[in-house]
């Protein structure tokens, strides 16, 4: 089960119910790059697209049943279950395990929302803090280990009658089935304005205390613009630039938190 929120992005592949591509058989599509966010939503799509793999027996000629690209909390609850039902899987991240989690910055609160949706994989969480919830997240994989490489960002995938051809930093793999939950956060949404490749412009906060006394703009709307707005604020002069006329895509957990 998902759940759609207003302002949210439009599913950009072209996905059946189940995730799976409708143009590539046995290509499932998780997380924020299926058009669907928030941690909770992936985790249950990684959990819930298992339950429609199904390797042929018979076929034996690839490497694995299963391999996973991208390590966030998708990626990862796909790798538990895909170990809970024996599958012959590996995942392959980029960077570290839940990148996309450490991009976050310093202290910043970690949400679980929708709170009304019931989290289905054993990722579950709580409410808390960037640094704890990272935290929490290193004891449960420490408990329950999964086949994993990470730092092997994977370069090109094609497919080949029935297999899947998969060629990484480190290797290149076969598989029979693939899931993407590699997250949209290296394709940040650009306002297509000179000067935006300046140095100067970034599309991510990881930490605001690197500035100080400093004139910055902060585009955007969501829980991220007002959040790192707000960061910057304590040292800097900070306008926070927006489209609309209100902050509808604030949660309300943020107004809350920040007194908006």
Not at 136 to 149: E, M, Q, T, V, Y
Not at 203 to 229: C, R
């Amino acid at each position: 089960m998902v759940k759609f929120t207003i302002g949210d992005k439009s599913p950009l592949p072209a996905l059946k119910k189940n995730f799976e591509s409708e143009n590539i058989k046995n290509l499932f599509v998780i997380g924020s790059l299926s058009g669907i966010p928030l941690i909770k939503n992936a985790i249950n799509q990684g959990k819930d697209v298992i339950d429609e793999i199904k390797p042929n027996s018979i076929k034996k000629e690839a490497d694995f049943d299963l391999i996973i690209v991208g390590g966030g909390p998708g990626g990862v609850t796909a790798a538990i279950e895909a170990k809970k039902k024996g599958l012959n899987y590996i995942l392959l991240e980029k960077g570290r395990l839940f990148e996309i989690v450490h991009q976050y910055p310093n202290k910043k609160p970690i949400y679980a929302e929708p709170h009304e949706l019931k989290v289905t994989g054993d990722l579950n969480f709580e409410d808390k803090p960037k640094e704890k919830l990272l935290e929490d997240l290193a004891k449960k994989i420490k408990k329950n280990p999964i086949n994993i490489i990470e730092n092997n960002p994977v370069s090109d995938i094609k497919k080949k009658g029935d297999l899947f051809f998969i060629k990484s930093k480190n290797k290149n793999y076969t598989s029979e089935f693939v899931i993407l939950s590699i997250g949209d956060l290296g394709s940040p949404r650009k306002l297509k304005i000179s000067g935006e490749d300046l140095d100067i412009v970034s599309h991510k906060l990881d930490n605001p205390d690197k500035y100080f006394d400093k004139k910055i703009l902060v585009v955007g709307g969501g829980n991220s613009a007002i959040e790192a707005a707000i960061a910057l604020s304590e040292k800097n002069k900070v306008i926070l630039s927006y489209r609309q006329d209100s902050f509808f895509r604030c949660t309300k957990k943020i107004r809350i938190y920040y007194k908006i």
